[in-house]
């Protein structure tokens, strides 16, 4: 390649680079002026279809927005027996039950406050879902959503029950069981807070009294009511063995001599039980717990006693008296008859024999 050609093709490039410089910086100002220019939102370049109306008048449609605007609190008692029967409460006296106060969170004139009381009436089921009505409960309504607080339950007067238990989420079409419900503030659905919400507008409180065990002599409907051991009698818990007593404790009639027995404490004082009968521990064989004594050999002589004479006369009276005949012994050792017979013989044995020499 020539001179000559060499600078007609580097002339060629730079005003081709030149060109290609320009168009570029012609593109990019476009652009930037493009993007610079504001547009009002409310005065677009184009009219939108919303802008035109057909209705012929003025638009002033209103929309309706589904969902709750407000709670309900539902409080519901109920009361079982010892057994864990539901009853009505009819054998208690005059109760009041639960109140409701509100938080600071949400105000409601006068709190709330449910005071139920005995016998209750029983109209909705709470628990198990069973259709078996076991409650009174009490509604409040058109509640702001938020959190409620709760206090313990008051009974007055509070003798005769045991501590109450409570259940503070039930929501409907759930079901409860008595087992759920805890004494106050053991978990989260006994902790004294109820929450109502848009999603959960209706809570129902549940809270379960039971009866203690009646004692002696408490007014009483059936033998459940009553304590173990006891049973109704006359309307009363008492000793089935003796229920004409009211401390309920009976008298204890204890066996005599050769009557029947358990043990020692089912006789009298002073007997034993041995064989199944009350008898004497010193001669257990006899039945009239009378022990044999031995007599003592001697006879009886009656004895006159004279009359004196005189003006004065008494009728002689015999007067028995014993004479004891005591039993002679053998005296101890050699007697003196018998060692003079001894010397006696033993002299003719020695003359015998001086003879016969």
Do not use: H
Not at 48 to 77: H, L, Q
Not at 87 to 107: C, F, R, W, Y
């Amino acid at each position: 390649m020539t001179i000559k050609q060499k600078k007609t093709l580097t002339l060629l490039g730079i005003i081709a680079l030149i060109l290609g410089v320009g168009l570029g910086t012609i593109v990019v100002v476009t652009r930037l002026s493009t993007t610079e220019e504001s547009v009002a939102p409310t005065a677009p370049e184009s009219r939108p279809r919303a802008a035109e109306w057909y209705g012929g008048e003025a638009c002033n449609a209103t929309f309706t927005i589904d969902g709750p605007t407000s709670g309900t609190i539902n409080i519901c008692t109920v009361i079982i027996d010892p057994t864990g029967k539901v009853v009505d409460g009819s054998l208690m006296p005059e109760t009041n039950k639960l109140e409701v106060i509100t938080s600071d969170e949400v105000t409601v004139s006068g709190g709330l406050r449910s005071d139920l009381d005995t016998p209750l009436s029983l109209e909705v089921d709470v628990l198990d879902e069973d259709g078996f009505m076991d409650a009174e409960c009490v509604s409040f309504d058109n509640l702001a959503f938020g959190n409620y607080e709760y206090g313990e339950e008051v009974i007055n007067p509070s003798a005769g029950w045991v501590e109450p238990r409570y259940y503070d989420y039930l929501l409907p079409g759930n079901s409860l069981t008595e087992s759920s419900l805890t004494e106050y503030g053991d978990n989260a659905y006994s902790d004294g807070m109820i929450t109502l919400t848009v999603t959960n507008p209706v809570v129902t409180l549940v809270v379960l009294n039971q009866y203690e065990p009646l004692s002696c002599n408490d007014g009483c409907s059936s033998n459940t009511d009553c304590s173990d051991g006891l049973e109704c009698v006359g309307g009363a818990c008492r000793n089935p063995e003796c229920s004409a007593e009211t401390d309920c404790t009976c008298e204890v009639i204890k066996s005599s001599c050769n009557q029947s027995c358990t043990v020692n404490s089912d006789c009298v004082e002073g007997l034993i039980c041995s064989g199944g009968s009350c008898r004497n521990p010193s001669c257990t064989p006899e039945t009239d717990c009378v022990c044999p004594t031995s007599t003592p050999t001697g006879t009886s002589t009656p004895t006159a006693t004279a009359t004196p004479t005189g003006t004065s006369t008494k009728t002689p009276t015999a007067t028995p008296t014993t004479t004891v005949t005591q039993a002679q012994l053998p005296e101890a050792g050699i007697s003196l008859p018998t060692l003079a017979a001894f010397g006696g013989g033993l002299i003719m044995v020695l003359l015998g024999v001086l003879l016969a020499l």
